[in-house]
């Protein structure tokens, strides 16, 4: 079936435009540094480092370097980094982003936990979780670099791992999806999206795609259907001549920041859980983030700030209530550029946390606290329903 505007001969030139391929043979996960010693996590920091001091990891966590190091230590969720911004459409830098996430904010060890405040829930008490280092990328080459991406995150989910990817621009969510797809299969995994724009933009001729029309290479190329795929806080302009109409045609549900203003938080995502929760809905759902769906206020140091978005506080709630009430496959965050960055690194923190809001809402879900928004009594009053004035 052609494209409208596109001469009859449009549905086999699309057909021969670039795609992923399958397997893992040279993924590039293990080299001559790491082949012939023990398998299993390392830390490598010492008990006392955390932090901004010691050799920094994800959130001090401990390093595993082969999908055999994630089978010994059974991890659960293993961070990976992807320095690729070449499939950029804002400004570059976004290639920085696993550095800041890295050194940002916290550090965990089993001397300093994390537990968050608000559900005293420590996600690395929960889940087993270490830092994977990053994807290997071919610069320049774009399709070799998808190819090294998918393959990277491939290794991660054979070891029973769940990826947390720290991205990099937009374009990796092709990849990252693509091998979560691969391993759960195709049509079965769903999207949750927040972002300024909906990655949905449409692709000219053999490009392989920018961060612009990620998410629709993954409906296009069969990885995702388009119902099972949900956005929210997009704003800003739309000025590509037939984007809404595909939209509708192909199931997509945008929740708008307007609807969010208009509406409220809380009432949006009540509403965007329920469409995921509906029966034949998926039953995982991969999470991606781009850091742009909060107000430039809250992260500035993004490649396409939009005014408008979320506040910080929208935003932490959100991501946390989508980790506890959907079983999440993956989790991304991208977009995050350093170098745009505020002196006191405001936007590497939103990210950082953002993700620790991710992981303390899969730790609760593993816990079984599943419950609309759910907070530890103790996070309200100090947990006293009897303080003076008050007549409950």
Same mark, same amino acid.
């Given at each position: 079936?052609?494209?409208?505007?596109?001469?009859?001969?449009?549905?086999?030139? $699309?057909? =021969? !435009?670039?795609? &992923?391929?399958?397997?893992?043979?040279?993924?590039?996960?293990?080299?001559?540094?790491?082949?012939?010693?023990?398998? @299993?996590?390392?830390?490598? #920091?010492?008990?006392?480092?955390?932090?901004?001091?010691?050799?920094?990891?994800?959130?001090?966590?401990?390093?595993?370097?082969?999908?055999?190091?994630?089978?010994?230590?059974?991890?659960?969720?293993?961070?990976?980094?992807?320095?690729?911004?070449?499939?950029?459409?804002? !400004?570059?830098?976004?290639?920085?982003?696993?550095?800041?996430?890295?050194?940002?904010?916290?550090?965990?060890?089993?001397?300093?936990?994390?537990?968050?405040?608000?559900?005293?829930?420590?996600?690395?008490?929960?889940? !087993?979780?270490?830092?994977?280092?990053?994807?290997?990328?071919?610069?320049?080459?774009?399709?070799?670099?998808?190819?090294?991406?998918?393959? %990277?995150?491939?290794?991660?989910?054979?070891?029973?791992?769940?990826?947390?990817?720290?991205? @990099?621009?937009?374009?990796?969510?092709?990849?990252?999806?693509?091998?979560?797809?691969?391993?759960?299969?195709?049509?079965?995994?769903?999207?949750?999206? *927040? @972002?300024?724009?909906?990655?949905?933009?449409?692709?000219?001729?053999?490009?392989?795609?920018?961060?612009?029309?990620? &998410?629709?290479?993954?409906?296009?190329?069969?990885?995702?259907?388009?119902?099972?795929? %949900? #956005?929210?806080?997009?704003?800003?302009?739309?000025?590509?001549?037939? *984007?809404?109409?595909? *939209?509708?045609?192909?199931?997509?549900?945008?929740?708008?920041?307007?609807?969010?203003? #208009? !509406?409220?938080?809380?009432?949006?995502?009540?509403?965007?859980?329920?469409?995921?929760?509906?029966?034949?809905?998926?039953?995982?759902?991969?999470?991606?983030?781009?850091?742009?769906?909060?107000?430039?206020?809250?992260?500035?140091?993004?490649?396409?700030?939009?005014?408008?978005?979320?506040?910080?506080?929208? /935003?932490?709630?959100?991501?946390? $209530?989508?980790?506890? +009430? &959907?079983?999440?496959?993956?989790?991304?965050?991208? +977009? &995050?550029?350093?170098?745009?960055?505020?002196?006191?690194?405001?936007?590497? /923190?939103?990210?950082?946390?953002?993700?620790?809001? =991710? /992981?303390?809402?899969?730790?609760?879900?593993?816990?079984?606290?599943?419950?609309?928004?759910?907070?530890?009594?103790?996070? /309200?009053?100090?947990?006293? =329903?009897?303080?003076?004035?008050?007549?409950?």
């Amino acid at each position: 079936m052609t494209e409208p505007g596109e001469p009859e001969w449009g549905a086999s030139m $699309r057909a =021969a !435009r670039p795609h &992923l391929g399958t397997g893992t043979e040279g993924h590039g996960a293990v080299d001559q540094y790491n082949k012939d010693r023990p398998a @299993g996590p390392m830390y490598v #920091q010492r008990a006392h480092e955390y932090a901004r001091s010691g050799v920094q990891s994800y959130m001090g966590l401990p390093v595993c370097l082969t999908p055999e190091d994630l089978v010994a230590g059974e991890i659960d969720v293993a961070a990976c980094g992807v320095p690729w911004d070449a499939t950029g459409v804002g !400004r570059s830098g976004a290639r920085r982003g696993p550095v800041a996430l890295r050194t940002t904010g916290m550090g965990s060890t089993p001397e300093f936990p994390l537990p968050d405040l608000h559900t005293r829930v420590d996600p690395f008490k929960v889940l !087993r979780c270490a830092d994977y280092g990053d994807s290997p990328t071919a610069s320049g080459n774009t399709p070799e670099t998808f190819e090294e991406i998918r393959k %990277f995150v491939t290794t991660i989910l054979e070891a029973g791992a769940t990826p947390l990817v720290l991205g @990099g621009d937009h374009g990796i969510t092709w990849p990252c999806l693509t091998a979560v797809a691969d391993h759960l299969g195709h049509g079965t995994v769903g999207v949750i999206h *927040l @972002g300024a724009h909906t990655a949905m933009e449409p692709v000219e001729g053999w490009d392989m795609g920018s961060a612009r029309s990620a &998410l629709r290479r993954t409906v296009e190329s069969g990885v995702v259907r388009g119902e099972h795929v %949900f #956005q929210l806080g997009a704003r800003g302009f739309d000025t590509s001549a037939g *984007l809404w109409p595909w *939209l509708n045609d192909n199931g997509v549900r945008v929740h708008l920041a307007a609807e969010i203003d #208009q !509406r409220g938080i809380e009432t949006v995502i009540d509403q965007l859980i329920a469409e995921a929760t509906v029966p034949g809905a998926p039953t995982g759902y991969y999470l991606s983030i781009s850091i742009d769906v909060a107000d430039p206020m809250y992260a500035p140091g993004t490649s396409s700030p939009e005014p408008g978005g979320l506040r910080s506080t929208a /935003l932490l709630r959100s991501i946390r $209530r989508i980790g506890a +009430e &959907l079983d999440l496959v993956g989790i991304e965050l991208v +977009e &995050l550029n350093p170098q745009f960055d505020n002196a006191g690194q405001i936007t590497a /923190l939103l990210a950082h946390r953002t993700l620790h809001h =991710a /992981l303390t809402g899969m730790a609760m879900r593993r816990l079984g606290i599943t419950e609309r928004g759910w907070i530890h009594p103790d996070a /309200l009053d100090h947990g006293l =329903a009897d303080r003076p004035g008050d007549s409950s």
